[in-house]
């Protein structure tokens, strides 16, 4: 079936230093779209990366991620971590002709000094 | 402004008690979810709508029902809550079909003893 793999579960980084989020798929559908959402704490989930391009490169708020459909990965990347990055992402996955996303199950980012 | 409001925000249950979440969204879109969210699971979709009238089954429907009497707003009831029901609930909306994101409500921390 459809499902979306985020490896770990935590992962904690110091500020200034790279970080990356892994996350892959497994689907039989060709057309997908891709969405990386963060919910920092007690505070509700929001959409950080959208993409459903292959190979194109999404940003926003310094975080970047690429859908490569031939690796069935859409890694969330930034170059330099900052404190204020600390939160919940999930990794999410939608389908044509459906109305539900499939999350991930998350990885919570510490970033510290 | 368009949202997604959760009511009530903390509620404390009695085991067997009946417990219904309430969810308002002003942003005329035709879905709306329900999902539970856990430390190691992630967000997990219980039940969601196409519109006023209709519910179906996500992932993990057992022990709880639905009801969308308008395109507002959209509940979730637990006829006989148990501690394991015990979680932060999320209340989603979205237009479309796939490729679409969800825009999430505030989250309800329920707690049953």
């Known amino acids: 079936g459809d499902s979306v793999t985020q490896t770990e579960g935590l992962v904690t980084v110091t500020e200034g230093l790279p970080v990356k989020l892994n996350c892959t798929y497994q689907?039989?559908?060709?057309?997908?779209?891709f969405f990386w959402y963060v919910q920092y704490l007690n505070e509700a989930p929001q959409v950080l990366l959208r993409?459903?391009?292959?190979?194109k490169r999404t940003e926003h708020q310094g975080f970047h991620a690429t859908l490569h459909k031939s690796s069935s990965s859409f890694h969330l990347q930034k170059s330099s971590a900052q404190l204020s990055d600390s939160a919940l992402y999930y990794c999410?996955?939608?389908?044509?002709?459906?109305?539900?996303?499939?999350f991930g199950s998350g990885t919570k980012l510490t970033v510290e000094p | 402004e368009a949202a997604v409001t959760q009511s009530p925000r903390n509620k404390v249950a009695v085991t067997g008690g009946k417990v219904t979440l309430s969810c308002n969204q002003t942003?005329?879109?035709?879905?709306m979810y329900w999902y539970r969210q856990d430390t190691g699971h992630g967000l997990r979709l219980i039940h969601y709508?196409?519109?006023?009238?209709?519910?179906e089954k996500g992932d993990i429907p057992d022990g709880y029902k639905a009801s969308r009497p308008s395109q507002e707003n959209f509940s979730l009831i637990l006829e006989l809550a148990t501690p394991s029901q015990t979680s932060v609930y999320f209340c989603?909306?979205?237009?479309?079909?796939?490729?679409?994101?969800?825009?999430f409500g505030p989250g309800t921390r329920l707690t049953v003893l």
């Open positions: 989603a909306s979205g237009e479309g079909l796939g490729g679409h994101e969800q825009y």
């Open positions: 689907t039989t559908y060709l057309t997908i779209a």
């Open positions: 993409s459903s391009t292959d190979n």
């Open positions: 999410a996955l939608s389908m044509p002709n459906y109305n539900v996303l499939y």
């Open positions: 942003n005329n879109h035709n879905n």
């Open positions: 709508s196409y519109g006023a009238g209709s519910t």
